[in-house]
Protein backbone atom coordinates (compact mmCIF):
# COMPACT_ATOMS: atom_id res chain seq x y z
CA UNK A 1 0.00 0.00 0.00
CA UNK A 2 0.74 3.34 -1.14
CA UNK A 3 0.49 6.93 1.06
CA UNK A 4 -1.55 9.03 -1.12
CA UNK A 5 -0.05 11.85 0.59
CA UNK A 6 1.81 14.40 -1.50
CA UNK A 7 0.06 13.49 -4.95
CA UNK A 8 -0.22 16.58 -6.96
CA UNK A 9 -2.58 17.57 -10.34
CA UNK A 10 -0.50 19.53 -12.77
CA UNK A 11 -2.23 21.57 -15.65
CA UNK A 12 0.60 21.79 -18.00
CA UNK A 13 3.35 21.98 -15.50
CA UNK A 14 1.57 23.69 -12.58
CA UNK A 15 0.48 22.15 -9.49
CA UNK A 16 -2.94 23.02 -8.51
CA UNK A 17 -3.17 24.46 -5.06
CA UNK A 18 -5.05 23.43 -1.47
CA UNK A 19 -6.52 20.03 -3.05
CA UNK A 20 -7.66 17.03 -0.69
CA UNK A 21 -8.70 14.85 -2.98
CA UNK A 22 -8.31 13.51 -6.67
CA UNK A 23 -10.28 10.51 -8.13
CA UNK A 24 -9.86 8.75 -10.98
CA UNK A 25 -9.44 7.62 -13.89
CA UNK A 26 -12.06 5.44 -13.71
CA UNK A 27 -11.22 3.74 -17.24
CA UNK A 28 -14.15 1.52 -19.37
CA UNK A 29 -15.06 0.12 -22.53
CA UNK A 30 -18.71 -0.89 -24.43
CA UNK A 31 -19.24 -4.42 -25.64
CA UNK A 32 -20.41 -5.38 -28.64
CA UNK A 33 -22.31 -8.79 -28.79
CA UNK A 34 -20.85 -11.23 -31.26
CA UNK A 35 -23.52 -14.25 -30.30
CA UNK A 36 -24.45 -16.24 -33.51
CA UNK A 37 -26.59 -19.60 -34.15
CA UNK A 38 -23.32 -21.09 -34.28
CA UNK A 39 -22.55 -20.10 -30.80
CA UNK A 40 -21.83 -22.82 -28.28
CA UNK A 41 -23.02 -23.63 -24.43
CA UNK A 42 -25.83 -21.69 -24.36
CA UNK A 43 -23.72 -18.48 -23.38
CA UNK A 44 -24.15 -14.78 -25.24
CA UNK A 45 -20.33 -13.76 -26.58
CA UNK A 46 -18.86 -10.24 -26.64
CA UNK A 47 -15.59 -8.18 -28.34
CA UNK A 48 -14.51 -5.41 -26.88
CA UNK A 49 -16.10 -1.58 -28.38
CA UNK A 50 -14.83 2.00 -27.84
CA UNK A 51 -12.99 2.49 -24.48
CA UNK A 52 -13.51 5.91 -22.20
CA UNK A 53 -11.31 7.00 -20.01
CA UNK A 54 -13.39 8.95 -17.89
CA UNK A 55 -12.85 11.65 -15.53
CA UNK A 56 -11.06 13.22 -12.76
CA UNK A 57 -13.03 14.80 -9.60
CA UNK A 58 -11.22 17.22 -7.67
CA UNK A 59 -11.99 18.54 -4.71
CA UNK A 60 -10.22 20.53 -1.96
CA UNK A 61 -9.87 24.93 -0.55
CA UNK A 62 -10.93 27.62 -2.95
CA UNK A 63 -7.96 29.54 -3.26
CA UNK A 64 -8.68 32.51 -5.43
CA UNK A 65 -4.93 33.28 -6.17
CA UNK A 66 -3.89 30.26 -7.66
CA UNK A 67 -3.79 31.62 -11.03
CA UNK A 68 -1.99 28.85 -12.90
CA UNK A 69 -3.98 26.01 -10.70
CA UNK A 70 -7.73 26.68 -9.76
CA UNK A 71 -7.89 29.64 -12.23
CA UNK A 72 -6.77 28.25 -14.80
CA UNK A 73 -8.90 25.19 -14.32
CA UNK A 74 -11.93 27.83 -14.30
CA UNK A 75 -10.72 30.04 -17.17
CA UNK A 76 -10.31 26.47 -19.13
CA UNK A 77 -13.78 26.04 -18.30
CA UNK A 78 -15.38 29.49 -19.81
CA UNK A 79 -13.26 29.00 -22.85
CA UNK A 80 -13.83 25.11 -23.78
CA UNK A 81 -9.62 24.89 -24.25
CA UNK A 82 -7.97 21.49 -24.23
CA UNK A 83 -5.48 21.20 -21.60
CA UNK A 84 -2.58 18.87 -21.11
CA UNK A 85 -2.70 17.27 -17.78
CA UNK A 86 -0.57 14.71 -14.84
CA UNK A 87 -1.94 13.18 -11.44
CA UNK A 88 1.61 12.42 -10.44
CA UNK A 89 1.63 9.99 -6.99
CA UNK A 90 4.55 10.40 -4.92
CA UNK A 91 6.24 7.02 -5.47
CA UNK A 92 6.87 7.93 -9.35
CA UNK A 93 4.11 6.65 -10.99
CA UNK A 94 1.49 9.06 -13.08
CA UNK A 95 -1.19 8.99 -15.49
CA UNK A 96 -0.63 11.76 -18.30
CA UNK A 97 -4.26 12.92 -20.30
CA UNK A 98 -5.54 15.65 -22.48
CA UNK A 99 -9.03 16.94 -21.09
CA UNK A 100 -11.37 19.59 -20.66
CA UNK A 101 -12.95 20.78 -17.74
CA UNK A 102 -16.47 20.11 -17.83
CA UNK A 103 -17.56 21.62 -13.88
CA UNK A 104 -16.20 23.61 -11.62
CA UNK A 105 -18.03 25.08 -8.08
CA UNK A 106 -17.44 26.85 -4.67
CA UNK A 107 -19.28 26.27 -1.60
CA UNK A 108 -19.77 28.06 1.96
CA UNK A 109 -20.60 25.80 4.71
CA UNK A 110 -20.92 27.14 8.28
CA UNK A 111 -17.50 25.84 10.40
CA UNK A 112 -15.62 24.89 7.22
CA UNK A 113 -13.69 26.50 4.58
CA UNK A 114 -14.69 28.17 1.42
CA UNK A 115 -14.62 24.48 -0.93
CA UNK A 116 -13.38 24.24 -4.52
CA UNK A 117 -14.57 21.09 -6.67
CA UNK A 118 -13.71 20.63 -10.43
CA UNK A 119 -14.34 17.82 -12.94
CA UNK A 120 -11.94 16.97 -16.01
CA UNK A 121 -13.27 14.81 -18.63
CA UNK A 122 -10.47 12.90 -20.09
CA UNK A 123 -9.97 12.94 -24.04
CA UNK A 124 -8.41 10.62 -26.07
CA UNK A 125 -6.50 7.80 -24.46
CA UNK A 126 -4.26 8.17 -21.30
CA UNK A 127 -1.31 7.41 -20.38
CA UNK A 128 -0.08 5.20 -17.10
CA UNK A 129 3.96 5.58 -16.32
CA UNK A 130 4.85 2.86 -13.56
CA UNK A 131 8.20 3.94 -13.31
CA UNK A 132 9.56 7.37 -13.03
CA UNK A 133 12.10 8.92 -15.94
CA UNK A 134 15.32 9.46 -15.25
CA UNK A 135 15.28 13.12 -15.30
CA UNK A 136 18.29 15.34 -15.36
CA UNK A 137 21.46 14.42 -14.74
CA UNK A 138 22.74 18.36 -14.80
CA UNK A 139 20.96 21.57 -14.91
CA UNK A 140 22.72 25.11 -15.19
CA UNK A 141 21.30 28.68 -15.69
CA UNK A 142 23.44 31.57 -17.10
CA UNK A 143 22.78 34.97 -16.00
CA UNK A 144 24.96 38.10 -14.91
CA UNK A 145 25.09 37.85 -11.15
CA UNK A 146 23.09 34.78 -10.40
CA UNK A 147 23.63 31.88 -8.36
CA UNK A 148 22.22 28.28 -8.17
CA UNK A 149 21.36 27.01 -4.94
CA UNK A 150 21.42 24.03 -3.75
CA UNK A 151 23.68 22.67 -6.33
CA UNK A 152 21.81 20.40 -8.63
CA UNK A 153 21.02 17.10 -7.83
CA UNK A 154 18.85 14.97 -9.68
CA UNK A 155 16.24 13.91 -6.29
CA UNK A 156 16.61 17.42 -5.65
CA UNK A 157 13.22 19.63 -7.32
CA UNK A 158 13.44 22.83 -6.10
CA UNK A 159 16.20 25.52 -6.69
CA UNK A 160 16.76 29.26 -6.68
CA UNK A 161 18.70 31.76 -9.20
CA UNK A 162 19.26 34.59 -7.18
CA UNK A 163 21.15 37.83 -7.58
CA UNK A 164 20.44 38.22 -11.31
CA UNK A 165 21.39 41.85 -12.77
CA UNK A 166 21.30 40.40 -15.99
CA UNK A 167 18.70 41.97 -18.52
CA UNK A 168 17.78 38.22 -19.36
CA UNK A 169 18.78 34.41 -18.53
CA UNK A 170 19.44 30.74 -20.02
CA UNK A 171 18.56 27.40 -18.74
CA UNK A 172 20.68 24.10 -20.10
CA UNK A 173 18.80 21.17 -19.20
CA UNK A 174 20.92 17.75 -19.70
CA UNK A 175 19.14 14.54 -19.56
CA UNK A 176 19.99 11.47 -21.88
CA UNK A 177 16.73 10.39 -23.66
CA UNK A 178 14.16 13.08 -21.89
CA UNK A 179 11.77 14.86 -23.84
CA UNK A 180 12.26 18.42 -22.11
CA UNK A 181 10.41 20.68 -21.98
CA UNK A 182 10.46 24.39 -20.20
CA UNK A 183 7.55 26.67 -18.74
CA UNK A 184 8.23 30.71 -17.91
CA UNK A 185 5.76 31.42 -14.76
CA UNK A 186 2.65 28.30 -16.23
CA UNK A 187 3.30 28.45 -19.71
CA UNK A 188 4.89 26.52 -22.08
CA UNK A 189 7.59 28.63 -23.34
CA UNK A 190 10.39 25.87 -25.69
CA UNK A 191 10.98 22.37 -26.11
CA UNK A 192 14.51 22.06 -24.32
CA UNK A 193 17.86 19.85 -26.40
CA UNK A 194 19.28 18.03 -24.17
CA UNK A 195 22.66 19.72 -23.26
CA UNK A 196 22.03 22.99 -25.29
CA UNK A 197 21.24 26.34 -24.02
CA UNK A 198 17.51 27.56 -24.03
CA UNK A 199 16.52 31.12 -25.78
CA UNK A 200 16.85 34.06 -23.51
CA UNK A 201 14.95 34.46 -20.97
CA UNK A 202 13.73 37.98 -19.87
CA UNK A 203 13.98 39.30 -16.37
CA UNK A 204 12.74 42.58 -14.68
CA UNK A 205 13.40 43.24 -11.28
CA UNK A 206 11.58 40.97 -9.48
CA UNK A 207 11.02 37.06 -9.77
CA UNK A 208 9.79 34.50 -12.40
CA UNK A 209 9.57 30.88 -11.73
CA UNK A 210 10.83 28.48 -14.59
CA UNK A 211 9.51 24.86 -14.56
CA UNK A 212 11.33 22.41 -16.42
CA UNK A 213 9.77 18.98 -17.00
CA UNK A 214 12.08 16.24 -17.91
CA UNK A 215 9.78 12.82 -19.27
CA UNK A 216 10.86 9.66 -20.94
CA UNK A 217 8.10 7.84 -22.85
CA UNK A 218 5.43 5.63 -20.93
CA UNK A 219 7.22 6.78 -17.33
CA UNK A 220 5.66 9.43 -15.20
CA UNK A 221 7.54 12.94 -15.63
CA UNK A 222 10.42 14.24 -13.24
CA UNK A 223 9.27 18.58 -12.66
CA UNK A 224 12.24 20.55 -11.45
CA UNK A 225 11.14 24.16 -10.34
CA UNK A 226 13.45 27.11 -10.83
CA UNK A 227 12.61 30.75 -8.84
CA UNK A 228 14.71 33.31 -10.69
CA UNK A 229 15.15 36.90 -9.01
CA UNK A 230 16.35 39.51 -10.51
CA UNK A 231 17.95 42.30 -7.89
CA UNK A 232 19.12 44.89 -10.36
Given amino acids: ?11 NANSVADLTSIGGLDLSADTLETTTLDSVDGFRTFMQGLKDAGEASLSGF ?3 GDTNGQVALYNAYMNGTMLPFTILFPFGAAW ?3 GIVTGVSTGAEMEDGVSFEAT ?10 LTPSAGLSALA ?9 PAFNNGNYLYAFSGVTAASVTVTATGA ?4 DLFVDGVFAQKLNSGV ?5 AMTIGSKKLTIVANESNKAPKVYEVV ?4 A
Fill in 62 to 64: FNP
Fill in 141 to 149: LAGTGGALT
Fill in 177 to 180: GQNI
Fill in 96 to 98: TFN
Fill in 120 to 129: VKVSGKPSLG
Fill in 197 to 201: ASAAI
Fill in 228 to 231: VVKT
Fill in 1 to 11: MFAAMGTKLLV
